[in-house]
């Protein structure tokens, strides 16, 4: 069983975090790929192993499958105690730390700061819906070439 | 039976809401006299759900208690301790049985509970609740299957709008709104400026037209509770101004202080354009409630369903 969430200061800036993910946004060869990928459990494994290995280092990435860090300042929101998708609870102290970690900043306060700072405010004011946990485990990366976060994250309306 | 904020809200008039704590047992009673202490003195009665992560009755039921004691009752509800099927299930119960507002909180984490070693649930955050909520009242589950019969409660939700980052408050209540929040009661105002800022922001944002904002107050009654305050509950935020009014008060004035400096922020709160009612949490101190109002120049207002005013 992997260890409760707390949150973690991603080691990679976020003006970096975005430059990297024009990298990997879908296309054709993407999709290509990850078609082939879901088509050999090994293969799977591998990618998914190494997915996890780099994500974990630079994001604290607990592998939900269903990646939130495009929308959230590249701090991952799933290393809140509470898991909240959808910005911080009423409990952040004073000097934006967590209320159950007050050893640690309080991780959508960094998600709200490198959004900022990144000319990405508005990105906080979108709906997140609530986590599949079927895709624990499994690979973001490929989920997002075959379009099924497509529709995880809306526009708040009312 | 008190009518509830639709009505206070459709006649315009300053919208009143108090806390009542459930008891740890199975003691009705408790309920009824907190019930009774209130009743005709505010629109509507927030029934907390485990506050602070400790075991207490079902806000569920002890709201049911509460409304058969005359009270409109608010029913919370946290995402702590709740699948999306069990928090469907209980806000489909709340709409069977009549409870006419529910707020949606995400609720504190149970580390700082009485059950520490206990499996914390946040299958959904707050916001997605606000969002599932709206989803019934329209119709349908969260799966999109219909409902026979949709729920009607109001749907009420939470803010601090002094927990950091300041500058996100104000839209953070916008997209709870946006997912279908109308009305909002937020933590202790101590800090009318910094509270009045937050409120600026939410007008320029036109949410108050679409939500209700009813800040929340209470009594300092010791400087033991000044200092529990400080240190120990997330998210409240104490000025300097706080402590100068407490300063050099004998241990014997301090109540008093602390019931004044609570009256005369629900007046200044009052004035401020947007701010739609109060929300006066006082925990054990129910009995304080009406004195604090009248203080305030608030009490008793509140008419019952009958179209009576309620005696003292």
Redo the contacts between chains.
């Keep these: 069983m992997t260890a ?1 969430p707390k949150p973690f200061r991603p080691r990679l800036s976020a003006p970096w975090c975005y430059r990297v993910h024009t990298v990997l946004v879908t296309n054709r060869a993407y999709r290509w790929l990850a078609t082939r990928l879901e088509r050999s459990p090994r293969a799977y494994r591998v990618f998914t192993a190494t997915e996890r290995v780099s994500k974990e280092k630079l994001f604290g990435c607990r592998m939900c499958g269903q990646c939130a860090l495009p929308a959230t300042g590249y701090a991952c929101p799933m290393t809140c ?16 730390r967590c ?2 970690h007050p050893a640690v900043h ?1 991780v ?2 960094l998600a ?2 490198r959004a900022v700072a990144a000319g990405h405010r508005t990105d ?2 979108l ?5 599949d ?1 079927r895709e624990q485990g499994r690979s973001s990366w490929v989920n997002y070439w075959q379009g099924r976060d497509d529709d995880m994250v809306i526009e ?3 | 039976m008190t009518a509830g904020l639709l009505a206070a809200f459709d006649a315009g008039r300053f919208a009143v809401t108090a806390e009542l704590g459930p008891p740890r047992g199975a003691d009705p009673d408790a309920v009824v006299r907190k019930a009774k202490l209130l009743r005709g003195w505010v629109d509507a009665v927030n029934v907390t759900d485990n506050q602070g992560a400790r075991v207490r009755m079902s806000s569920l039921g002890a709201a049911v208690i509460a409304q058969r004691s005359g009270v409109s009752p608010v029913m919370q509800l946290t ?2 301790d709740r699948n ?1 099927l069990a928090l469907q299930s209980d806000l489909l119960a709340a709409g069977a049985l009549g409870i006419p507002h529910v707020l949606l909180l ?4 149970p ?2 509970g009485d059950h520490p070693e206990a499996k ?1 649930v ?7 609740l606000t ?2 909520a709206r989803t019934l009242r329209d119709g349908t589950l ?1 799966s999109g299957e219909p409902l026979t019969v949709a729920p009607r409660w109001l749907i009420g939700t ?3 709008p ?4 300041l500058s ?1 408050r104000a ?2 209540l ?2 709870k ?3 279908g929040a109308e009305f909002v009661q937020t ?1 202790y105002v101590f800090d009318v400026p910094v509270f009045a800022r937050w409120l600026a922001r939410l007008r320029d944002l036109g949410v108050t037209e ?1 939500c209700a904002v009813l800040p929340g107050v209470g009594p300092i009654r010791s400087t033991r509770m000044l200092e529990f305050l400080r240190t120990a509950v ?2 409240v ?1 104490l000025p300097s101004t706080v402590d100068d009014r407490f300063r050099g008060v004998p241990a014997d004035r301090v109540a008093e202080t602390g019931l004044r400096l609570c009256a005369e922020t629900i007046q200044e709160l009052a004035e401020l354009p947007g701010v739609a009612g109060v929300h006066v949490m006082a925990f054990g101190f129910e009995h304080g409630v009406p004195e604090i109002l009248e203080r305030a120049g608030l009490a008793p207002h509140v008419t019952t369903l009958e179209g009576s005013v309620d005696a003292r």
Excluded: I, Y
């Design positions: 409760w105690p509470k898991q909240l998708r959808n910005g911080p609870c009423g409990g952040v102290s004073p000097d934006g209320e159950v309080c959508w306060v709200h700061d906080l004011d709906l997140q819906r609530p986590v946990h708040a309306r009312r | 995402c702590r999306r995400t609720g504190d984490h580390k700082l914390p946040f299958d959904l955050d707050g916001v997605q969002w599932l969260m939470v803010e601090n002094f927990a950091p980052p996100h839209d953070r916008a997209k709104v946006a997912a933590q679409h997330p998210g935020h």
